[in-house]
């Protein structure tokens, strides 16, 4: 009985003593020195504001100089250069007026290639190579241009000529004949053959077109 109050009285003084150290230690001026340091290392330290200040510019501009423009051709001798008005329509250029003789040579030539280019149209082996027209000038020598200037017809009317060409004096006779029908025998033909390097051989058929009088087909 005595010894298990012995053991109880024992167990408390060493209970008291731990109490005791505990408490001197807590309460000691060098513990509270570090609780102090460890609490001011876990805190953040407040931020630093910063502010910018702009000084002010000392850097001088010179002003630009005026580039003079380029003097106006449209201006008025004695006054100011008057601005270009972007509303005015740009000049069109007007072409020369076509003579009434020109259009007289261009109105016959288109009737003759209407008349005479179907002949040649659906035929591999013959073309006719051009047609011209002229209006004959006043006085001019009839040394040129072959039966129809020769004949003394209408010098107010113009003078119209053309080519056929074919591989063949057959083909070309076809055609010389077709022409003088369309022409009511109208026309007067020049037999020619010529050989080309590049071409080869035509016949060909120098025809002078509204002659005054008939002539007959020629042959080769």
């Not at 609780?35 to 002003?63: D, I, L, N």
């Amino acid at each position: 009985m005595n010894g298990r109050r012995i053991a109880i009285l024992g167990a408390l003084l060493a209970i008291s003593s731990v109490l005791f150290g505990a408490n001197w230690y807590f309460s000691s001026p060098r513990t509270a020195a570090r609780s102090k340091m460890r609490a001011g290392k876990g805190r953040a330290a407040p931020a630093m504001r910063t502010f910018a200040v702009e000084s002010p510019s000392t850097e001088v501009r010179e002003p630009t100089p005026e580039i003079p423009s380029a003097p106006n051709s449209n201006a008025p001798q004695g006054g100011e250069a008057v601005a270009a008005n972007p509303s005015r329509p740009a000049a069109v250029e007007t072409p020369p007026p076509v003579s009434p003789a020109a259009q007289v040579v261009s109105a016959e030539e288109a009737a003759i290639r209407s008349r005479l280019e179907p002949l040649v149209a659906n035929r591999a082996d013959a073309n006719m190579t051009f047609v011209v027209c002229e209006i004959p000038k006043p006085g001019e020598q009839e040394t040129t241009g072959g039966p129809a200037r020769a004949e003394g017809g209408d010098r107010s009317k113009p003078v119209c000529r053309t080519r056929f060409q074919a591989r063949d004096p057959a083909a070309l006779d076809t055609l010389l004949r077709q022409a003088s029908s369309i022409y009511s025998g109208h026309l007067a033909a020049e037999l020619n053959e010529r050989f080309d390097a590049f071409t080869g051989r035509w016949f060909e058929a120098d025809i002078n077109l509204g002659t005054v009088d008939t002539h007959p087909i020629p042959q080769l």
